[in-house]
């Protein structure tokens, strides 16, 4: 079940903190008057009953002055670019109303209506009755949100809150297969070519993720380790005692038709490629799979990226985007073997490439600098920040693609065809 990402927002001083504690019924995040008590954006993830799981985000306020105020409003502006649920929340006596300024508000509600948020404003009834109300909600009737107004430094009105957003929120998920349709009762080829950088005792994310969702489905997996090395070797006894192996295994598989898919870790493209040319044989990568599911079946958008790759010219500025964190070793997709292919191509050092690795990604401003984005399959993230950046991308228009399209690419137009075809997906 996927998680649903609900961020609290607003001015310093307003309650944001107070919400976050009320909801998780525990003292996470720091509450004091004093302000940008909040410094950077506080995680905690949980589930309410009736609701569904959740990860909450508290962020700090976006009123706050100078450079680190800005850096502060940009982080909680990213927070809510992969909220599902934006909680706006007001204190009625901050002295800013009282000069007409409003426009942290309008800032917030705009930014989530344009990425098509769900909304909600929630007044901090304080203690203290005698702070003037100076906040005039004819200001904002405009934008037609729905509010609570709720004392959120009592922690029996928990309850009034989880029954409010309960009854008001409307978010339904996308229901994106993991895979294309597929029947029960044949194989899935799974080529998992270990390396160096494979985590000893456990798969890959994308592995464990596709061999449950298969076997769930009563579809039988069959996997298997490739030596890549021996695979690429320039002995040709070698290299064709590894083709051997894999070949018996598909002919073995085969039999009877029972072979319906081949999934293989991108990086074996242009061995797959090569052994698999003239066997019928439907296959897909990791990464497209990963990519297409994290997307919510937008894998269309990452195909067509690849004419912004193939119209590169000198001097060009690309990203290389990957999801995960950890050191990288030898053979890395996106730091050596994308880069050095690229180099191949267009010639040394001729296309300029920035890496950004984790949650980490360029700014909208930043985006404009490059001619085209290429992203891992994304298993490292969610949904949310997937779709966070597609937008973000679009609204700059900046092209973008994907590892497994690239690599897959690479071999050629028709093996990016096959590697797409399971989609019903195809490019000239």
């Not at 609701?51 to 850096?71: R, S």
């Not at 080829?189 to 061999?211: A, H, K, S, V, W």
């Amino acid at each position: 079940m996927k998680r649903m990402n609900i961020g609290i927002f607003g001015r310093v001083n307003s309650g944001k903190s107070t919400l976050m504690n009320l909801i998780t019924q525990q003292y996470l995040s720091i509450v004091d008057s004093t302000p940008g008590t909040t410094t950077d954006v506080k995680t905690t993830v949980m589930e309410i009953h009736d609701f569904g799981p959740i990860k909450l985000f508290d962020t700090a306020g976006i009123d706050e002055n100078g450079k680190l105020g800005l850096k502060k409003k940009k982080k909680a502006f990213d927070t809510l670019k992969r909220s599902d649920i934006v909680l706006l929340v007001i204190n009625e006596s901050n002295n800013a109303y009282n000069f007409g300024d409003y426009n942290s508000e309008k800032e917030i509600i705009e930014l989530a209506q344009k990425r098509k948020k769900e909304l909600f404003i929630v007044v901090n009834k304080f203690e203290n009755t005698r702070n003037k109300k100076l906040f005039n909600f004819e200001v904002l009737s405009e934008y037609k949100c729905k509010k609570i107004d709720i004392n959120l430094s009592k922690k029996e009105n928990y309850m009034v809150l989880v029954e409010f957003l309960i009854k008001n929120s409307k978010v339904k998920f996308k229901d994106t297969e993991l895979l294309p349709p597929l029947e029960k009762d044949r194989v899935v080829f799974l080529n998992i070519p270990m390396d160096e950088e494979t985590p000893n005792g456990r798969f890959l994310r994308p592995q464990m993720m596709i061999e449950e969702y298969l076997v769930r489905k009563y579809i039988p997996t069959f996997a298997y380790r490739m030596d890549l090395i021996k695979a690429r070797s320039q002995v040709i006894e070698i290299q064709e005692a590894e083709r051997l192996r894999f070949m018996n295994f598909i002919k073995y598989l085969k039999r009877d038709n029972k072979l319906q898919l081949l999934i293989t870790d991108s990086q074996a493209m242009d061995v797959i490629a090569k052994w698999t040319k003239y066997l019928d044989i439907e296959i897909t990568t990791f990464s497209i799979v990963m990519i297409n599911f994290l997307s919510n079946g937008e894998l269309k958008l990452f195909v067509d990226g690849i004419k912004a790759f193939e119209n590169l010219k000198r001097g060009d500025k690309i990203m290389i985007a990957e999801g995960c964190n950890h050191d990288r070793k030898a053979e890395d997709i996106g730091t050596i073997q994308i880069p050095n292919k690229i180099n191949e191509i267009f010639g040394n050092g001729s296309i300029e490439i920035d890496h950004y690795f984790g949650r980490v990604f360029a700014d909208y401003e930043k985006l404009k600098e490059y001619k085209l984005i290429i992203h891992c399959g994304g298993c490292m993230l969610d949904n949310q920040v997937i779709k966070s950046r597609i937008e973000d991308l679009v609204d700059s228009r900046v092209s973008f693609t994907n590892f497994g399209v690239l690599l897959s690419y690479f071999q050629g137009k028709k093996e990016l065809n096959r590697v797409i075809k399971p989609y019903g997906l195809k490019i000239c």
